[in-house]
């Protein structure tokens, strides 16, 4: 059996997102796995609420990552200098099940500057450590995103992949998406 | 012995963290916990390059976590709409790994609401469904913030609590915590 890779990232807020799970399930089976989208449970939304709606697609997720054996997050910068949080999330949970989390960026700076492009202020705390304008630091580490990020894709012995797309393929490009798929054929 | 609490957010960026810290851990010895801080680890961090600290704290941190019995998350927005990543993170990790997960946030609007007042453009695709200018979808279920984080916690039993604290207690107001471990005392 192919092993299963969850495809963690904003992807799903795409306008076609199952054209997009399906161009990565596509390099997925290319490469010898099985690529599980977030929409892939078959949810009947149309009777709930919106609340409702929303956790059952949480539980639905968490279940989709419990069965596949690794992950593979789009940490590609989102509404912030940050990665998506709810990517952020599925990385933390697969890293608790044991599952090699594996991550790649379409825009290669590192957090430190992104942050810094990103507040308004900022100001020296000491020799070692900058803040913004709330008072609150800016990780310095040299990483290309949230310690806790980066460190659960090292530790897990995964690969963390940071290629500059064009623009308008911030979201979409899978030149790196393709490159962590071939650092985890190798890997398995 | 005192269930052990993870006191995920933000807080480690303040000024005095461990200042913070310990006002967290008083309250929790308050309500019958034991607060466990992200810093709480003692790490010779000085003979290391700035990415191998980063590292070797991302380690120490989920080592603390996979010792707590709950985890208590700050989720007052952080540089953006939702949540601080590292965060965003720990919550998915303690999920995984079967802990209740308590949420707070000082800042009481929800998701959409914010998400709207960050972007620059926004679109209808459909009757239902709003985009960003880079034609990313806008969550709206009604939710305080992504589905994963506010889904983690009603599935694992914990609670969200939201709050609007002053703007200069954006990131140090208790209260919300405070209200987090009230409920986790009447849950444990």
Known sequence: MAPRVYLAGPDVFLRDPLA???RKKQLCRAHGFEGVFPLDAELELGALEPRAAGLAISR??????GGCQLLIAQVTPFRGPSADVGTAFEMGFARALGLPVYAYTNVDTDFTTR???????IRARSDRIIEDQDGMEIENFGLADNLMLVGAVEHSGG???CFDAPADARFTGLEAFEACLRRAKRDF
């Not at 639905?60 to 990552?65: Q, Y």
Request: proline share 0%.
């Open 159 to 161: 690969t963390l992949v």
């Open 60 to 65: 639905a997720n968490e279940a989709l990552i």
């Open 20 to 22: 997009a799970a399906e």
């Open 115 to 121: 942050t810094r492009e990103f507040v308004h202020t």
